[in-house]
Nanobody, 123 residues
Framework: QVQLVESGGGLVQAGGSLRLSCAAS????????MAWFRQAPGKEREFVAS????????YYTDSVKARSTISRDNAKNTVALQMKSLKPEDTAVYYC????????????????WGQGTQVTVSS
């Protein structure tokens, strides 16, 4: 079992930056691919970024690709998502997930989820 806890969300003005963190307990994250998803009100949960277990490969959805960096520190059992040039459409609850892959897979592939952290971008 893996327990995930996100942090770093908040209210930020458009154009600003945020660093989201995900801390794991239980099993070591080095066994898992990791991903960030987000869900805006009234919308389905969508893939944002992912990273393979070694950190050697990363994937991003097109809307954040030029503005985001996903990283992991297996020694500290953490994963982070750095986002800059934030836009109001980035407003959502952001979830950290752990799973067997690490590529841009659907949410159903990931068995372990955090509770989410709210990101609100004001215009």
């Amino acid at each position: 079992q893996v327990q995930l806890v996100e942090s770093g969300g908040g209210l930020v003005q458009a154009g600003g930056s945020l660093r989201l963190s995900c801390a794991a307990s239980g099993r070591m994250l080095s066994s898992y691919g990791m991903a960030w998803f987000r869900q805006a009100p009234g919308k389905e949960r969508e893939f944002v970024a992912s990273i393979t277990w070694s950190g050697s490969l990363t994937y991003y959805t097109d809307s954040v690709k030029a503005r985001s960096t996903i990283s992991r520190d297996n020694a500290k059992n953490t994963v982070a998502l750095q986002m800059k040039s934030l836009k109001p459409e980035d407003t959502a609850v952001y979830y950290c997930a752990a799973g067997p892959a690490g590529g841009p897979a659907p949410a159903s592939i990931y068995p372990y989820w955090g509770q989410g952290t709210q990101v609100t971008v004001s215009s």
